[in-house]
């Protein structure tokens, strides 16, 4: 019969176990008081700070760190000595708490390491209450979510813009106008749209092929940037037609705007292969009326824009006038 074994763990000396455990663990552990005096610096700290204990304990931080403001540090502080809970500072709130560094640097712009702290109070043998920082590196972390948030915008800006001119494409461009009509339904301010093409396009793509056709769209993208307001919105409508959707724009100062068009287009210059290819574009212009949709306000721009393209294109044209009944021009009725 096998004798029974009671397996035994070996004594292990406490306070040395609890001290290289703090000496090597793999984050910032930090011991102040309430004038931020260092009383503990572990291991991770000398690392990161370039300050070995020695050097750290009985300095406060604002002697280690003179250039980096400590107010908020002060504060939660003397909260944890006040109250005796735990208090927090959030790396994505505050960053870098301290000027530490990573032992390896990570790629991206990042200088300082991203650090979550947990603030807990302590005692110690005489009995002073102390405040226990511990500090985790969040840079990491960070740098990756803002990566995938960098890589979600790009992605939601290829699904808007239309790839060769770098403008909105037509589903974005009509949607936004779509909600552009319904606030001025609410609010009565004015939207007004500017729906071009450009003139003998397909000349362009007979004459030097479709390539320096692509040279002229992108050209004609560039100039609708340069004469845009910045609460204005330009897209590729389809083909050589783009549209503009002015904010906030009366008839007036539509017809300016569509001038302000069609001359950046005529000083638009595209060379290829050693020719220069002259650029222009007529222009519709159209303002909302009320219970416009999307479609009754393009149906007009298209019909200026067509009226441009009869008047010998290279102009403006705007919709024809609302038509109104004799009652409501003031004339007698019969």
């Known amino acids: 019969m096998s004798e029974n074994r009671v397996a035994t763990v070996p004594e292990v000396d406490g306070p040395a176990l609890l001290a290289a455990v703090v000496e090597r663990v793999a984050?910032?552990?930090?011991?102040?008081?309430?004038?931020?005096?260092?009383?503990?610096?572990?291991?991770?700290m000398?690392?990161?700070s370039g300050f070995s204990t020695e050097r750290a304990v009985g300095q406060r931080l604002d002697e280690l760190f003179p250039d980096t403001p400590l107010q908020a540090v002060k504060r939660k502080v003397r909260q944890v000595l006040m109250?005796?809970?735990?208090?927090?500072?959030?790396?994505?709130?505050?960053?870098?708490?301290?000027?530490?560094?990573?032992?390896?640097p990570l790629q991206g712009d990042a200088i300082w390491i991203q650090q979550t702290c947990t603030l807990s109070r302590v005692e110690d043998a005489t009995g002073d209450q102390l405040v226990c920082i511990s500090i985790s590196d969040e840079t990491a972390a960070i740098q990756a979510e803002r990566e995938r948030h960098e890589a979600h915008e790009r992605l939601k800006k290829v699904a808007r813009t239309d790839s060769l001119t770098q403008l909105l494409n037509r589903p974005t461009i009509c949607s936004l106008l779509d909600d552009e009509l319904q606030r001025d339904q609410r609010t009565g301010h004015d939207t007004s749209v500017l729906l071009f093409d450009i003139d003998h396009f397909?000349?362009?793509?007979?004459?030097?092929?479709?390539?320096a056709g692509d040279a002229v769209l992108r050209a004609v993208g560039e100039a609708c940037a340069r004469v845009m307001r910045q609460t204005d919105q330009a897209g590729r409508y389809g083909?050589?037609?783009?549209l503009i959707v002015l904010n906030d724009t009366a008839a007036p100062g539509a017809l300016n705007a569509a001038e302000r068009v069609v001359q950046a287009i005529r000083d638009t210059v595209v060379e290829w292969q050693g020719d220069v290819i002259p650029v222009r574009a007529s222009v519709g212009v159209s303002t909302a009326r009320h219970g416009d949709t999307v479609e009754t306000l393009l149906a007009r721009a298209d019909a200026a824009l067509y009226a441009a393209k009869d008047a010998g294109r290279d102009c403006v044209r705007v919709e024809a006038p609302e038509a109104v009944a004799p009652d409501e021009a003031g004339s007698p009725a019969l």
């Open 27 to 44: 984050v910032g552990i930090l011991v102040v008081d309430a004038r931020l005096r260092v009383r503990l610096w572990n291991q991770w």
């Open 46 to 48: 000398s690392d990161a």
């Open 83 to 104: 109250i005796g809970n735990q208090a927090f500072f959030d790396a994505r709130i505050h960053g870098a708490l301290l000027p530490l560094r990573r032992s390896a």
């Open 202 to 211: 397909k000349q362009v793509n007979d004459t030097h092929g479709h390539l």
């Open 239 to 242: 083909g050589e037609e783009f």
